[in-house]
């Protein structure tokens, strides 16, 4: 991706009223969006972020005043899914209604993260790769692209594990990890942001946001690797 595409994406947040959604939205989210815009059924230049609330039953979260729909996308679509605002979406048996858009550009930070990243990882077609080798994968990715960037995987708050998390789509469970990048440039940052990395962007899979400051469980350094220029040392 050259400077020009993706200095040219940005975040484009609807807030929304609702009341409760699914914990796990990301593919019936995708299904609503499609249905009222039929040109994102195939857009692999949109990235939908997971709408944030709290937990108010299993499977269920409860929105506030801060939820809101994210859209990742090139400032030049923004039109094909600005019938949004206004729009009633009903996801899963909830509805949520969008409000007026506001845009936000992408800011550099030296360090990202991504709730979860999906990879395809050969040798574990039908499982979970293991974390060594889920880390290799990613960085495998980011040296195509360019990018030189420490890789973590997050750890689960309170629990000596990795922050291991799924995606349904349709019938299918996908699993991934939870990623964390540091020591990224500010160039860096803004590709991987704009780019992703791994697949299923549009439920919420692979999108890179800001981190300021980073809890103490959050990272194992014991599955670090270094990408692009060190990955193989």
């Not at 936000?104 to 709730?115: A, E, G, T, V």
Request: proline share 6%; glycine share 10%; net charge positive.
């Amino acid at each position: 991706m050259n400077n020009s595409l993706h200095q040219s994406v940005i975040d484009l947040s609807f807030p929304i009223t609702g009341r409760l959604l699914p914990s796990d939205h990301s593919y019936k989210l995708f299904g609503s969006i499609s249905r009222l815009i039929p040109e994102t059924h195939e857009a692999s230049w949109l990235g939908i972020h997971s709408i944030k609330g709290r937990i108010f039953a299993p499977g269920v979260i409860r929105l506030d005043a801060n939820s809101c729909l994210r859209l990742r996308l090139p400032c030049e679509r923004v039109p094909w899914v600005y019938r949004l605002a206004g729009a009633t979406l009903k996801v899963g048996n909830f509805p949520i209604r969008c409000g007026i858009p506001q845009l936000f550009p992408l800011r550099p930070s030296n360090i990202l993260r991504s709730r979860l990243v999906v990879i395809k990882v050969k040798g574990f077609e039908h499982t979970t790769a293991d974390p060594d080798s889920f880390c290799a994968a990613v960085s495998r990715q980011l040296e195509v692209m360019g990018v030189s960037a420490d890789v973590n995987l997050e750890r689960v708050d309170g629990a000596d594990s990795y922050a291991r998390r799924i995606v349904r789509v349709g019938g299918s469970v996908i699993p991934g990890f939870g990623v964390i990048l540091r020591n990224l440039t500010d160039e860096d940052s803004l590709r991987v942001q704009a780019q992703g990395l791994g697949g299923r962007r549009r439920m919420g899979c692979g999108l890179f946001v800001p981190v300021t400051q980073l809890e103490p469980h959050q990272v194992q350094l014991g599955h670090s690797l270094v990408a692009a220029a060190n990955v193989d040392e």
